[in-house]
Nanobody
Framework: QVQLVESGGGLVQAGGSLRLSCAASGRTFGFYAMGWFRQAPGKEREFVSAISSSGSRSTYADSVKARFTISRDNGKNTVYLQMNSLKPEDTAVYYC?????????????????WGQGTQVTVSS
């Protein structure tokens, strides 16, 4: 069973930065693409960013492009989400997830394992 544990969330003022981390258990981390999703109160879960198994490819939602950066360290079984220029509308619970394959995907149905989430709150 794969376990994903997010950390790094918190309260930050608009314009600030946070770095989320997601540590994965198991020995197969480097075989799978990883993604970040978020869910704001009263809204559906939405795609944020994804990275391929090797880290060579990544994709972003339009709403976070040029502000967020996804990366991974396969030696540490960890994926990161660097979030800069945060806005109040970025407030949400952020989830990391492991894809079923090595390829990036924006579709949450393609992800087999999910973390418990970490709260990010951006004040105006």
């Amino acid at each position: 069973q794969v376990q994903l544990v997010e950390s790094g969330g918190g309260l930050v003022q608009a314009g600030g930065s946070l770095r989320l981390s997601c540590a994965a258990s198991g020995r197969t981390f480097g075989f799978y693409a990883m993604g970040w999703f978020r869910q704001a109160p009263g809204k559906e879960r939405e795609f944020v960013s994804a990275i391929s198994s090797s880290g060579s490819r990544s994709t972003y939602a339009d709403s976070v492009k040029a502000r967020f950066t996804i990366s991974r360290d396969n030696g540490k079984n960890t994926v990161y989400l660097q979030m800069n220029s945060l806005k109040p509308e970025d407030t949400a619970v952020y989830y990391c997830a492991r894809q079923r394959t090595s390829f990036v995907s924006t579709d949450s149905r393609e992800y087999a394992y999910w973390g418990q989430g970490t709260q990010v709150t951006v004040s105006s």
